[in-house]
Nanobody, 118 residues
């Protein structure tokens, strides 16, 4: 599975961005896709995930109510709509894919930088 993330950029605090991650390859065995982020000097952290078959979602507490993860099954694409952005949301955002039967995310995208200015 190959993942291509896009949509990052520079935005002012309070603004919005939408990230996209297109999956290609053996996407028929998708169990879950997620978004993670890594801020400068910090470890990578979970942001949100979506279980592909049932569209159930989960979010980190820090983004609940502001971010929404969704997917387009026909396009094999997952989205992250980010509203009310804060400077602390500044990070490189990575999408990840977990295959059916895998115990963890086993494919990762290249990352897209989101910078939120105050």
């Amino acid at each position: 599975v190959q993942l291509q993330a896009s949509g990052g950029g520079l935005v002012q605090a309070g603004g919005s961005l939408r990230l996209s991650c297109a999956a290609s390859g053996r996407t028929s065995r998708t169990y879950k896709m997620g978004w993670f982020r890594q801020a400068p000097g910090k470890e990578r952290e979970f942001v949100a995930h979506i279980v592909w078959s049932v569209c159930s979602t989960d979010y980190a507490d820090s983004v609940k109510g502001r971010f929404t993860i969704s997917r387009d099954n026909a396009k094999n694409t997952v989205y992250l709509q980010m509203n009310s952005l804060k400077p602390e949301d500044t990070a490189v955002y990575y999408c990840a894919h977990r295959t059916i039967g895998a115990f963890k995310y086993n494919y990762w995208g290249q990352g897209t930088l989101v910078t939120v200015s105050s």
